[in-house]
Structures are given as C-alpha cells and as structure tokens.
C-alpha cells in the first residue's frame, strides 16, 4: 500500500524514481553504477531491513558517491529516533505521514545531494589543478617524479627494468622569437598531445620543465627504450605544427636511461644520466635519441639517429 502512494505522489511531484519491493532487491539496486542517490527506506522490510541497508551503504563509504537516506517507520520511540540516526539515516519519518512534509523533505535531501557532488566535483578540479600542468594538460613535474617512485619500487619487487626518457624541444627560444609564445604555447600543447598519443597506457608522461618532458617506461629494457624514444622522436618531427598563418617543423632531442644501471633504485642518478643523455643529444647536434652509458665521465653515448642505433 506505501509502495502505491508513494509511487503516487513522487510521479505526481516530477521526482523520477525505482521502486523495490524488498531489501534485498534494494541493495542490489544500489551496487549499480547508476544507483538512485536519494533513498526512501521503510524500516520493516523482507530479507534486509531499512536500518540494516542504511548500514551497508554507510559501510560502503567511498566506493560510491553519498546517498541520502529518509527512514519511513511507524516506529516514534526516542530509542529508535537513536538507532536509525547511528546507522546513518539523514532524516526520519513517522508514518502516517503528511504528504507535504514528505516532499519538503525529499527538497532537502536533493538540495543535499546536489551539494554534495558539487563539493566532489569541486575536490576533484582541486586535485586535477595540482597534479597536472594547465597548459599541455598532461601531468606535471610532482606528479610525474611520483609516478617514477612508484615505478621504480615496483621494479625492485619485480625485477624489470624501468626505462627513462627526457625530452626537449630543439631550438625552441627560437620558436618563440620567431613566430611568438602564441604558437610556442600551442606548439608545446600539439608535442605533448603527440607523445601521449604514441605512448603505450601504463606508460607515464609530465612536463619536467619548460620545453622539457618526463616520459617513464615501465618493463623496458635499453635497446626497447631507444627504439620507442626513436619513435616517439620521429612522431614529433614528422609533421609541422600548425597555428593559423605559421607553421612549422619541430623536433625533440632525447635522453635515455635506464634503472638497470642504478640498483639502488636511485632517482637522481637515473634522472642525471638521462639528463647527460639529452645533452649530448643536443651536443652531436640535436633530433636524436642518446644513452649515455653510466659509469663514463665522458660523452661516450649509443645513439639512436633517424633510421639506426649505434652502438
């Protein structure tokens, strides 16, 4: 009979909602991605009651997004007013109720509902803003050297290789010189998006700096490193950067490292070494893929040019 006028009234009022006939169908209602936020609970049903599903979903916390419980009971004793607020219930309803109560609380909890995913889509925007860098839109520095972390302490548990590239953009202040920060912001925008694009899923990119960019490689040995740097080098150059009237052919130089050179698992060695890399890349003149190997002082290097590695 609750059932009926409830459906009654809510399809009256404009809410568009489910109906389930016990707590059992409820609670499998509620484990779907689309789930109803706004709960209308009677305390005495078959299977699961409305006390005990109100204490699942509490339970479930940060697996899904807040709902909003209205408890409908013929129960009015102050201990039970208790109980179903210590199991989570928001608001509480004694049956028989007043239908315009009962509309002006369902207003509330859908102001409350409302509030709340503006409050986690406002946190989520916070989080976006401090791990990704606002103009390429891939992450940033921080974001990316932990991303490195994490990676190389998988690695030690695993036993596989991490690789490290290093990019930068040739002749880049040139850029900016020539044809404006204009085209250099939406030329550093179209190299990222390119380098994302050719980068398997697990593979991580950020912006280290600048003209520069952080790429980590997970489960990739040297020579598979300096062939996806050869590839990711030839994505970048093989097409000119388009901005309205200017355009232009731009390449990167990269240097490449590898954790298998530091077993310690040192970030600021792996990240020199792929630093030296990059610098005698520009050195032995520029769009190339360099290694350079650890234990020399020199610019002793393996170089990846346009179509071969030397070794």
């Not at 697990?202 to 600048?210: E, F, P, T």
């Not at 970048?236 to 590898?258: D, H, M």
């Amino acid at each position: 009979m609750y059932r009926q006028l409830l459906s009654s009234h809510l399809q009256e009022w404009g809410f568009p909602f489910t109906v389930a006939k016990d707590g059992a169908e409820a609670w499998a209602l509620l484990q779907r991605s689309n789930s109803p936020k706004l709960l209308l609970l009677d305390w005495i049903l078959p299977d699961v009651d409305g006390v005990e599903l109100c204490r699942r979903v509490r339970l479930a916390g940060s697996e899904h997004p807040y709902s909003y419980v209205i408890l409908l009971t013929g129960k009015d004793a102050k201990k039970d007013l208790l109980e179903a607020m210590q199991a989570g219930v928001d608001d509480y309803l004694v049956k028989p109720f007043d239908e315009l109560e009962l509309k002006a609380r369902l207003l509330v909890g859908q102001r409350i509902i409302k509030m709340q995913e503006e409050l986690v889509s406002a946190k989520e925007s916070m989080r976006y803003s401090a791990t990704h860098d606002s103009l390429t839109g891939i992450t940033n520095r921080g974001e990316v050297l932990g991303s490195l972390r994490r990676e190389l302490e998988r690695a030690s548990r695993t036993m596989k290789p991490v690789s490290v590239l290093l990019a930068d953009v040739d002749h880049f202040k040139e850029v900016n010189d020539s044809l404006g920060h204009l085209y250099g912001d939406e030329a550093l925008k179209e190299i990222a998006r390119r380098l994302r694009s050719n980068l398997r899923v697990y593979d991580s990119l950020g912006r280290y700096g600048g003209e520069e960019f952080l790429m980590i490689l997970p489960d990739c040995d040297l020579m598979s490193a300096l062939i996806r740097a050869d590839e990711l080098r030839t994505c970048v150059g093989s097409k000119p950067i388009g901005l309205s009237k200017a355009s232009r052919s731009i390449t990167v130089s990269i240097g490449v490292a590898v954790s298998t050179d530091h077993p310690a698992g040192d970030i600021g060695a792996l990240l020199n070494q792929a630093d030296r890399g990059l610098y005698a890349a520009k050195h032995d003149g520029r769009n190339r893929a360099v290694h350079v190997e650890n234990t020399s002082p020199s610019l002793d290097f393996r170089i990846m040019d346009h179509a071969r590695v030397s070794k």
